[in-house]
């Protein structure tokens, strides 16, 4: 199939495939009260989540990202010897190195494809998805797996109530081809502000402070969060960077059809739901209660769920938008294509 073309004659990068993966184990409310100080009305109040899943100790984030690659590669209508590039967004990678691209590329038989992990937190998504554009559009590959995958179970802390409601489980992920139907990638727009680096961080585990009886006995090889300036943060930085990537699509926001962000908390979601004065309620994709956050990964398992359960049309345009550690932000406008 030959790469379509837009009207300056350069090829389009596309969303062609999505898939995503969840295990099976639920980590309801009700467990929680039962490990940590905590109420079902509490965090229900304060974050919106009832649920989240957690991956079993063999399931690692490179089996969770497996999974989801192939259930995209599936609805891409591609074959894997057809994925010439492979791009993991994750903040819990099963090793420092080799990456947990190389990993998942063995697991699912892509054999000798060029493989990496990049790290943007939460907004790793987006940025793995501008990288994949860039490529498909330059012609430098044709077909790109990009997988988000998350185990934070891993890095969480059971004994600190304000960061063990949130977080979950769970890998999604997406085929941007330059050929074939789907969803055109139409704009990206990126940033990120290392000022603010220690709002939301693992402080150990790094080359700054590597583990030792010190850093373990300190839970420093946990999520550390100032949870009311991520908040006020977050919003703000979505805020912006959805509006800046709608105008420089030559869109407007009565024009956007679904609105997926990043699913961090209902607060943070509604929040941001309330910029958007055009868009009815029912059409902001929401995860996070049966979900909880589970960072990178968050908008890929919400852009597969409504990718399954609601046919684009050629006028749709559905914007995601992310925020997390770095800090870093984003948002891409997606739009149907014929």
Known sequence: MVNQLNSSGMIKAKIIGTGSFLPERVLSNQDLEKMVETSDEWIVTRTGIKERRLALPEEYTSHMGANAARKAIESAGILVDQIDFIIVATITPDFVFPSTACLIQKQIGARFVPSMDIQAACTGFLYA?????????????????????????????????????????????????????????????????????????????????????????????????????????????MESACKECIEAAGSSEDQITYLIPHQANLRIIDAIAKRFEHLPSDRIFKTVHKYGNTSASSIGIALDELYRTYIVQPSDQILLTAFGGGLTWGAALLKGTI
Request: charged share 20%; net charge neutral; hydrophobic share 35%.
């Open 129 to 237: 998805i501008s990288i994949a554009k860039s490529f498909v559009e330059s012609g430098t590959y044709k077909n790109i797996l990009v997988i988000a995958s998350e185990k934070l179970s891993s890095i969480t802390n059971y004994e600190d109530r304000s960061t063990c409601v949130l977080f979950g489980d769970g890998a999604g992920a997406c085929v941007v081809s330059g050929t074939g139907k789907g969803l055109l990638i139409e704009h990206v727009t990126l940033g990120s502000d290392g000022e603010q680096a220690e709002l939301l961080m693992m402080p150990a585990g790094g080359s700054r402070r590597p583990a030792s009886i010190e850093t373990v006995s300190q839970k420093e090889h946990y999520i550390k969060m100032a949870g009311n300036e991520v908040f006020k943060h977050a919003v703000r930085r």
